[in-house]
């Protein structure tokens, strides 16, 4: 029983040695396709793309070494494996064989049950080989991107610094300063922030990060993380708004991961939110008795196109080589590891007054 269905290019200047094979294969479930000459196979292998060859060796013109050898060449990177098939019994012609790019050799009278044995181990090999280069695809993908990501957030590191440091030589020329002490401070929360994301992305990842529930009244909760954040919406002149019902019931959850999980969204709206808009922090209890969290702006929204891909860690290098300067950042990939911790999803949606809403689910129990 096939896995899939294979298609095998049959190659014979012999009409019946052809038919022969394809009593034999068809009703296994193999797609047979048929050359009857080298040229042909050639244009065969390039327009059928097939999974494995079966190559006579003895053909007028172009026999089956120069067919082998002109496959090798053109198709360096195709794993496709060749049989070659010949009456010869001499040693030194199969070996030859194998040496010029051929996988395996079957000698006339073709025997039914070595046949498909051959076939059968060549295209599991085969299998493996696709499987393995695709692995290794994605590990180098992986890689590049890790690289490129560790090489942005060192770029993006670099403004918060150097805010920190012009603040300290302002403050030092002009003498102490509330409001570059202040603009100091917020570089700091930056750089701590995103230096923490990375750090607790990989914990997650990896799972070593311990998720530790208490139970939490979850409006009190809220209400500092809004409190946190007054002083920057005043001076961003955005309005902080906080719903929640009356006599919520506490829920267990792991307060750090919340509160980091609430101010990389909160912080995020701020930072795109208009001037004299408001941001929304509201919590609703769902009919399944889920907590539902949301977190909505009014600043431009996301495209799209970014929605399904917003969350993840490497977003931003492909937003910024898609030319899309908007700033994605670490921060969503940190929240969505930190809510499926819990138990939960979370989702980014149009807000109704315009910008974004972040919404996400923590179960009942978790």
């Known amino acids: 029983m096939l896995d899939q269905k294979y298609k095998i290019l049959i190659v014979d200047d012999q009409k019946t040695n052809v038919l022969?094979?394809?009593?034999?294969?068809?009703?296994?479930?193999?797609?047979?396709i048929h050359?009857?000459?080298?040229?042909?196979?050639?244009?065969?292998?390039?327009?059928?793309?097939?999974?494995?060859?079966?190559?006579?060796?003895?053909?007028?013109?172009?026999?089956?070494?120069?067919?082998?050898?002109?496959?090798?060449?053109?198709?360096?990177?195709?794993?496709?494996?060749?049989?070659?098939?010949?009456a010869l019994s001499e040693r030194e012609e199969k070996l030859r064989s194998l040496s010029i790019g051929a996988d395996d050799f079957l000698s006339k009278p073709i025997d039914h049950a070595e046949l498909l044995a051959r076939v059968g181990s060549l295209l599991r090999l085969r299998n493996l080989a696709l499987n393995l280069r695709k692995e290794r695809d994605r590990l180098a993908a992986s890689e590049n991107a890790r690289a490129s990501l560790?090489?942005?957030?060192?770029?993006?590191?670099?403004?918060?610094?150097?805010?920190?440091?012009?603040?300290?030589?302002?403050?030092?020329?002009?003498?102490?300063?509330?409001?570059?002490?202040?603009?100091?401070?917020?570089?700091?929360?930056e750089?701590?922030?995103?230096?923490?994301?990375?750090?607790?992305?990989?914990a997650l990842e990896e799972g070593n990060l311990t998720v530790r529930l208490v139970l939490l009244d979850l409006g009190?909760?809220?209400?500092?993380?809004?409190?946190?954040?007054?002083?920057?919406?005043?001076?961003?002149?955005?309005?902080?708004?906080?719903?929640?019902?009356?006599?919520?019931?506490?829920?267990?959850?792991?307060?750090?991961?919340?509160?980091?999980?609430?101010?990389?969204?909160?912080?995020?709206?701020?930072?795109?939110?208009?001037?004299?808009?408001?941001?929304?922090?509201?919590?609703?209890?769902?009919?399944?008795?889920?907590?539902?969290?949301?977190?909505?702006?009014?600043?431009?929204?996301?495209?799209?196109?970014?929605?399904?891909r917003i969350f993840d860690k490497y977003m931003q290098i492909q937003a910024r080589r898609e030319g899309n300067p908007k700033d994605f950042g670490l921060g969503l990939a940190f929240c969505k590891l930190a809510i499926e911790a819990h138990g939960g999803k979370i989702w980014v949606e149009n807000n109704p007054g315009g910008g974004s809403r972040f919404v996400f689910d923590l179960p009942a129990t978790v």
């Open 20 to 32: 022969l094979l394809d009593g034999i294969l068809q009703p296994e479930g193999f797609d047979t």
């Open 35 to 86: 050359a009857f000459s080298g040229p042909e196979a050639l244009e065969k292998v390039a327009a059928e793309k097939p999974d494995l060859v079966l190559l006579d060796l003895l053909m007028p013109g172009m026999n089956g070494m120069e067919v082998c050898k002109r496959i090798r060449k053109t198709h360096p990177d195709e794993v496709l494996p060749i049989i070659m098939v010949t």
């Open 150 to 189: 560790e090489q942005m957030v060192v770029h993006d590191l670099k403004t918060p610094l150097g805010i920190i440091r012009n603040c300290h030589e302002l403050i030092r020329t002009m003498g102490s300063k509330p409001r570059y002490l202040a603009m100091a401070e917020r570089a700091c929360d």
């Open 191 to 202: 750089m701590l922030s995103m230096i923490t994301n990375i750090i607790e992305i990989g």
């Open 220 to 308: 009190e909760f809220l209400k500092k993380r809004r409190e946190i954040f007054e002083t920057t919406c005043m001076s961003r002149k955005v309005n902080f708004i906080l719903k929640y019902p009356d006599n919520m019931d506490k829920i267990k959850v792991d307060p750090h991961l919340l509160s980091r999980i609430l101010d990389n969204l909160i912080s995020n709206a701020v930072k795109h939110a208009e001037e004299e808009s408001t941001v929304t922090l509201e919590i609703e209890k769902m009919p399944n008795q889920a907590t539902r969290i949301s977190v909505a702006d009014q600043g431009e929204g996301i495209p799209e196109e970014y929605r399904e």
